[in-house]
């Protein structure tokens, strides 16, 4: 489990834009789903980063937050 959540750190790490576009969520589920993460853990885990942070460059700057946002979709 460790090492999915790292994988969805650096999934979010890839992206350094400003706004949540439609081509970056469609690309973290892409990315969520290719690490053998259920469709319910992605969804729940996008959604929940989307809420929290305004950007994607905010979501870098606490990344520490994020294994509490994962730890939340889990089953």
Same mark, same amino acid.
């Given at each position: 489990?460790?090492?999915k959540?790292?994988?969805?750190?650096?999934?979010?790490? @890839?992206f &350094?834009?400003e706004k949540?576009?439609?081509?970056?969520c469609e690309?973290y589920?892409?990315?969520?789903?290719? &690490? &053998?993460?259920?469709?319910a853990?992605?969804?729940c885990?996008?959604?929940?980063?989307k809420?929290? @942070?305004? &950007?994607?460059?905010?979501?870098?700057?606490n990344?520490?937050?994020?294994p509490?946002? @994962?730890?939340?979709?889990?089953?």
């Amino acid at each position: 489990m460790i090492r999915k959540i790292v994988a969805l750190i650096l999934i979010v790490v @890839f992206f &350094s834009c400003e706004k949540w576009s439609k081509l970056e969520c469609e690309t973290y589920i892409a990315e969520c789903y290719s &690490s &053998s993460l259920d469709s319910a853990f992605c969804e729940c885990s996008l959604e929940k980063i989307k809420i929290k @942070f305004n &950007s994607l460059e905010e979501a870098l700057h606490n990344e520490e937050k994020l294994p509490e946002i @994962f730890l939340g979709c889990q089953n």
